[in-house]
């Protein structure tokens, strides 16, 4: 008896692996095959159904928020047209709006983190997969990704009280005193402002950026490198050659998701940008960011024109978003084919 | 088994849920939202009349401008405003106001050196700050006023609030009174378009970067400048004088306000004449409907705003609140009564 249930379940097991092969629904025909309580089958298929409700659900939101962002701002899209998006400027008493600031905030503390997030996550991944001893990957690779699940006002308010007074008093005088001819380093050193914005973004991004290339990284077949090695290259030339053009797009799609967080990112920004609606040339000086905007300034907002306005911004910030990770899901897609 | 098992949780759960919920229900809860000025004062307010009445109240501090929306779309028995609404529209949304608090906005300085009234600043100078057109603290403008006070050669931080507030709205009522160019270049609101400097979010906000940026200048509710132990700057009032932030000159500022006729209790308190009239004082204020459809519930609210005129000026001026004067008090309880009607056009106050 036990001897041939064990051989049965062996040869159920070859027939799912046969159908799961080719590319039929193995459980649904096995339980058919061998006449299994009918409520089960029917539980499979309601159990299916729910599933596709749940997906389907998600595209659903999605085109409802894009509709409902759209219907509320008409009043603004009616009254600014186009201007909308090259006006600088936000005036609440005389209700006219414009998103130029905040969108050019947006871009360039996004640009700034990315700046500086690209190369430190290149070099940890690189670190992490390639260079550190064995026993070291493992707690230094967790605690990377743990900076990534620390609550984003957390950076902001160490953003505030612990890197913006360092800015003031040592980094910014410092790049005053030798890069101060540059427009970009000029201006009171206040600590709050689009660099010290771009700084703490980097810092949040670096996570994302970092995990995901190491396992770039890691994915570069050994025979490749070893037989670089073989030919005498030397680590670094290991690296530049074999490794970062192996895993070029997909480094690229990290960067994209690292992207596509700093472009949203609300709390830790509003705390550091400064928000005003200025635009300098400096990076030291306050600036606006899309997210932070509406994040200050939706609930005071009274009169249908400020109010329609901010969420056209979220709108503006909504497509900005899309287009960015359009871009990395075709860049990743188009990965994943070439390599294959 | 494990199905059983399950659904008792659930009722179990959806037991004890209701068990908790009720009571709630049972007891009358009056609801708000607004001003987050007064919110200290009101959630004290509330607590003791709480533990006196066992009535609860449940006020949400989400801003001026939250708190109107929310009275107009009727999800709270009563919005509250630090900028008053102007009569017309009090009119064409069938609300009442009146005064509840008063209090002081104080401009606070990070100077090094600089400490609780040393400084002082003409509403010139003030608005010249504020319009970015005097950029730094040795500015002879400044010194002028400041005879033997050292100033640093320091730049001029200026701080603003981020978001909406009614502490804005008092503010820049004051900037737009005493300085033209203001009034022209900018304007009076709850939010406006700032020539210079940076924004904070929230009262916190600001005095968050005042206290880490050197050489800034902000504004804050008095309390906040108070708690945060930060250096107030003495201004000149409207007879001249020089006067510091305290409650007795926020006090001296409302003592004058002519409030029997101010239609619709719109007033504003900013610039008042008066030689220890604290320029930038101002009143917040409670919106309530005239038309009350459930005249049981909008009893308990009045009920808990006379309580709180009666039984609150202590506890409002120890958070450094300024109470209304008894006057005032006295003309507001006769307005709920004039004002206040129910479906069948009944007075329902007292």
């Known amino acids: 008896m036990c001897r041939s249930s064990v051989c049965i379940s062996i040869n159920w097991l070859e027939e799912d692996l046969r159908l799961v092969s080719t590319g039929r629904r193995p459980h649904l025909e096995l339980m058919q095959r061998m006449n299994m309580n009918k409520n089960k089958i029917w539980g499979d298929l309601v159990f299916r159904g729910l599933t596709a409700a749940f997906a389907s659900g998600i595209a659903l939101i999605f085109i409802a928020i894009i509709l409902v962002l759209w219907q509320q701002s008409q009043p603004s899209i009616t009254k600014f047209g186009f201007s909308f998006l090259t006006s600088m400027s936000w005036n609440p008493v005389q209700e006219h709006f414009g998103a130029l600031i905040p969108i050019v905030g947006t871009l360039l503390s996004t640009f700034l983190a990315l700046v500086f997030a690209i190369p430190l996550s290149l070099g940890i991944a690189l670190f992490l997969a390639e260079l550190a001893p064995h026993w070291l990957r493992a707690p230094f690779g967790t605690a990377i990704e743990l900076l990534a699940a620390i609550p984003s006002i957390v950076y902001g308010m ?143 907002a009274d009169g249908t024109i400020y109010l329609s306005s901010l969420i056209e911004l979220g709108l503006v910030l909504f497509l900005i978003t899309l287009i960015i990770l359009s871009l990395a899901q075709i860049w990743l897609r188009r990965s994943q084919t070439g390599r294959t | 088994m494990q199905k059983g098992k399950f659904i008792q949780t659930v009722l179990l759960t959806a037991a004890a849920v209701a068990a908790f919920t009720v009571p709630c229900q049972a007891e009358s809860t009056i609801t708000g939202a607004g001003a987050t000025f007064p919110y200290p004062a009101y959630s004290k307010w509330a607590y003791d009349y709480n533990q006196e009445t066992g009535v609860r109240l449940n006020y949400q501090s989400i801003g001026s401008g939250g708190g109107i929306k929310q009275i107009k779309a009727k999800t709270v028995d009563f919005g509250a405003s630090d900028a008053p609404l102007e009569p017309k529209e009090l009119d064409e949304s069938g609300l009442m106001q009146f005064p509840m608090i008063m209090g002081g906005v104080v401009p606070v300085v990070n100077i090094k050196g600089i400490t609780t009234g040393q400084l002082k600043l003409s509403a010139d100078n003030l608005a010249a700050i504020y319009m970015g057109k005097i950029t730094k603290w040795n500015d002879p403008k400044i010194a002028a006023d400041n005879s033997g006070l050292k100033l640093p050669a320091e730049d001029i931080t200026v701080v603003h609030r981020a978001d909406g507030s009614g502490t804005t709205w008092i503010f820049t009522n004051y900037l737009t009174k005493v300085s033209k160019e203001w009034k022209e270049k900018v304007g009076n609101d709850k939010a406006v378009e700032w020539p210079v400097g940076l924004g904070g979010k929230g009262n ?117 609140y300024v109470p209304m004067p008894d006057a005032v008090v006295k003309m507001v309880e006769m307005s709920w009564q004039k004002e206040i009607k129910d479906q069948d056009g009944k007075a329902i106050w007292p």
Not at chain 1, 179 to 202: D, E, N
Not at chain 1, 233 to 256: H, L, Q
Not at chain 2, 261 to 283: C, F, K, R
């Open chain 2, 204 to 320: 916190e906000g600001v005095a968050a970067f005042v206290g880490k940026v050197d050489g800034s200048i902000g504004y804050v509710e008095y309390a906040y400048a108070l708690q945060n132990k930060m250096a107030s700057v003495m201004l000149k009032n409207h007879d001249g004088k020089y006067v510091a932030p305290t409650a007795e000159n926020f006090q001296a500022a409302a003592a004058g306000a002519d409030w029997a006729h101010a239609e619709g209790y719109y007033m504003v308190l900013t610039d008042q004449p008066g030689a220890n009239s604290w320029p930038i004082t101002g009143a917040s204020f409670i919106l309530v409907y005239k038309n009350q459809t459930n005249a049981a519930q909008a009893k308990e609210v009045l009920k808990f705003f006379a309580w709180s005129f009666k039984n609150g000026d202590k506890s409002a001026m120890a958070l450094d």
């Open chain 1, 158 to 300: 160490w953003g505030l009280f612990v890197l913006g007074p360092l800015m003031a008093d040592y980094v910014q005088p410092f790049l005053k005193k030798t890069l101060g001819f540059l427009p970009f380093f000029s201006g009171p050193s206040m600590g709050i402002g689009m660099l010290t914005a771009g700084l703490v973004l980097t810092l949040m991004i670096i996570p994302f950026i970092s995990s995901v290339t190491r396992d770039v990284f890691l994915m570069v077949p050994q025979p490749l490198k070893e037989a670089a090695y073989g030919l005498g290259c030397t680590t670094w030339e290991v690296v530049r050659d074999i490794m970062i053009p192996y895993g070029r797009k997909g480094i690229a799609g990290a960067i994209f998701l690292g992207m596509g967080r700093a472009l949203g990112e609300t709390m830790a920004v509003t705390f550091v940008i400064g928000n005003a609606y200025h635009l300098s040339w400096s990076l030291f000086s306050p600036g606006n960011s899309i997210a932070s905007t509406l994040a200050n300034e939706f609930t005071e």
